[in-house]
Antibody
Framework: EVHLVESGGGLVKPGGSLRLSCAAS????????MNWVRQAPGKGLEWVSS????????YYADSLKGRFTISRDNAKNSLYLQMNSLRAEDTALYYC?????????????WGQGTLVTVSS | EIVLTQSPDFQSVTPKEKVTITCRAS??????LHWYQQKPDQSPKIIIK???QSFSGVPSRFSGSGSGTDFTLTINSLEVEDAATYYC?????????FGQGTKLEIK
């Protein structure tokens, strides 16, 4: 069964940093583009970042302005999101998601998410 | 950026009613449009891929249509368990985008 489990969320002060992790299982991890999607409390879904299987192609939402870095370790079947200079507006549930087909398609599966709270 | 605009934002409906949710893209995306269902306190779940293709395990009352810029999610004979927020999503070009969501309330 395909499975994604996020971890690393927590409470952090404005300006602080956090590193999220996502453990993947049940599929050939290196073959898939992986993404982070976030959802602020009571709000809609917002795509954050994408990384190709070989890490050759990386994209970010413009709103992040260089504060976040996505990476992956195919040997460990893991995806990461390094978040720096955190702001209150980064408070959200962060989901790790797989793009179902190469360079297009839907997100599936979705993990349970990891909650990031930025507050003093 | 491709903007996805859903309509309506909220709808209160009765069981067995037919529901139609629309998603309009700011530019043509072919059929690279996908629908998700998110129930309260749950992660989103894919229900329709590539505008009209259904998934095994998703009730047949859910269907999708459209191409280019105009898409529709239809729920025939709504059931109480369909109370959720529905999102459309495109992965044609970066940044990937979602519609703002349509919340269905069951009367």
């Amino acid at each position: 069964e395909v499975h994604l489990v996020e971890s690393g969320g927590g409470l952090v002060k404005p300006g602080g940093s956090l590193r999220l992790s996502c453990a993947a299982s049940g599929f050939t991890f290196y073959s898939y583009n992986m993404n982070w999607v976030r959802q602020a409390p009571g709000k809609g879904l917002e795509w954050v970042s994408s990384i190709s299987g070989s890490s050759s192609y990386i994209y970010y939402a413009d709103s992040l302005k260089g504060r976040f870095t996505i990476s992956r370790d195919n040997a460990k079947n893991s995806l990461y999101l390094q978040m720096n200079s955190l702001r209150a507006e980064d408070t959200a549930l962060y989901y790790c998601v797989r793009l179902a087909e190469l360079n297009r398609g839907w997100f599936d599966p979705w993990g349970q998410g990891t909650l990031v709270t930025v507050s003093s | 950026e491709i903007v996805l605009t859903q309509s309506p934002d909220f709808q209160s409906v009765t069981p067995k009613e037919k529901v139609t949710i629309t998603c309009r893209a700011s530019q043509s995306i072919g059929n690279n449009l996908h629908w998700y269902q998110q129930k309260p306190d749950q992660s989103p779940k894919i229900i329709i891929k590539f505008a009209s293709q259904s998934f095994s395990g998703v009730p047949s009352r859910f269907s999708g249509s459209g191409s280019g810029t105009d898409f529709t999610l239809t729920i025939n004979s709504l059931e109480v368990e369909d109370a959720a927020t529905y999102y459309c999503h495109q992965s044609t070009s970066f940044p990937y985008t979602f519609g703002q969501g349509t919340k269905l309330e069951i009367k």
